[in-house]
């Protein structure tokens, strides 16, 4: 009888420290997750912040080639302006990702309207630093789109992982939340980057 207690015993504390490594576990992977997903939102907004950066040089190229277009300068400015000055957010309020999106996707829309305005001037196409300019616009909008996906498959991730059990426990009991993604409310304007054509 001693020996089967005694058994009985070794078994119930190999299943405590199972269930206790397998908390740890869980809990490491969440906050890897976690992490993972704060740094690929911050390369989002890196590439967002190097786009803006690149835009005051297309419009002072483009302005000495088209000085009477000034109405498409000021509205790219204008965006540009919103979208620099817009508190970027941390990545964990789904208003603030959407609001930073929306301001995003404003940018984007104008610096199409003013590659649209470069159509109309064929000395501008043909300027060297001008198209250096555009590789570089064109070069910046591919990194948005990887940086982008990088960050909703980490977030993909990241939401299974704290939905999952046992995941979901300890997310809870660690007051981990879901992370917001990307919404597809303007998937059709996003989907339709800016046209940097230099031919």
């Given amino acids: 009888m001693p020996g089967v207690l005694l058994a009985g015993l070794g078994l119930l504390l190999l299943a405590i420290i199972l269930l206790c490594w397998q908390g740890i576990t869980s809990y490491n992977q969440l906050q890897a997750g976690d ?6 939102w911050s390369q989002v907004l890196n590439q967002y912040r190097r786009r803006a950066d690149l ?17 498409i300068f000021t509205e790219l400015a ?5 979208a620099v000055g817009f508190a970027a957010p ?3 309020d ?27 001037y064929p000395e501008l196409k043909a ?9 570089q616009l064109e070069g910046t909008e591919n990194r948005i789109a990887y940086a982008r996906q990088r960050y909703i498959d980490s977030v993909t991730r ?37 046209r940097l054509d230099a031919k």
Avoid: M
């Fill in 55 to 71: 835009i005051p040089n297309a419009i002072a190229l483009t302005r000495s080639y088209a000085k009477h277009e000034t109405a």
């Fill in 94 to 120: 789904p208003r603030a990702v959407e609001q930073y999106r929306l301001a995003q996707a404003g940018l984007t829309q104008q610096l199409g309207r003013l590659l649209a305005l470069v159509e109309k």
């Fill in 127 to 135: 300027d060297r630093i001008f198209q250096d300019l555009l590789v």
């Fill in 158 to 194: 990241y939401n299974t992982e704290i939905r999952q059990f046992p995941g979901n426990l300890i997310a809870q009991a660690c007051g981990l939340r879901a992370r917001p993604n990307f919404s597809d409310s303007d998937a059709a304007g996003i989907a339709k980057a800016p």
């Fill in 90 to 92: 941390d990545g964990r």
């Fill in 35 to 40: 992490e993972w997903v704060t740094a690929s």
């Fill in 78 to 82: 204008k965006a540009r302006q919103l």
